[in-house]
């Protein structure tokens, strides 16, 4: 038996359209851009997510989907902010960094049993593969990531 083997190309869900993209996994880094809306899949920011563009991109991406489930009043989330967005441009494109706000988002919170802000979840392969709850500092939000990557 074979090992696996990755594929050549990766489905991308576009960040402005939703719209899935065929990406050669070898020009991720290139900055590769959506063949519907012509914008940059990746700018090293995290994307902000509703209830359906969150569902899409773990159904529909091939890349890891790294979520801070936050809200505004919130001032863990406040001090987890800054650090996400610094992983982000550190990680990315090896994974897609996405933020949702729990209280406009109320029923996927819910429906994903977020009971503590700021939540960190990783889904891959449209299943959830690991969960932290607490802001962190930068080397160990890092460390947390990428042992799931």
Excluded: Y
């Amino acid at each position: 038996m074979k090992p696996d083997k990755p594929s050549a190309t990766l489905n991308i869900v576009c960040p402005h359209c939703e719209t899935a993209n065929r990406v050669p996994r070898q020009r991720l880094a290139d900055g590769p851009r959506c063949g519907a809306c012509k914008a940059p899949l990746f700018d090293t920011h995290p994307v902000e997510l509703t209830g359906s563009a969150f569902r899409r991109h773990v159904a529909s991406s091939d890349l890891p989907l790294i979520v801070d489930f936050w809200a505004p009043w919130c001032a863990p989330c406040r001090t987890m902010a800054p650090v996400f967005e610094r992983v982000a441009s550190e990680i990315e494109p090896q994974a897609r960094f996405a933020k949702v706000n729990t209280d406009e988002e109320q029923d996927l919170a819910r429906s994903l049993d977020i009971r503590g802000i700021p939540t960190l979840a990783i889904f891959k392969g449209g299943k959830e593969i690991a969960r932290t709850s607490g802001a962190m500092d930068e080397s160990r939000f890092v460390a947390w990531a990428r042992s799931h990557l």
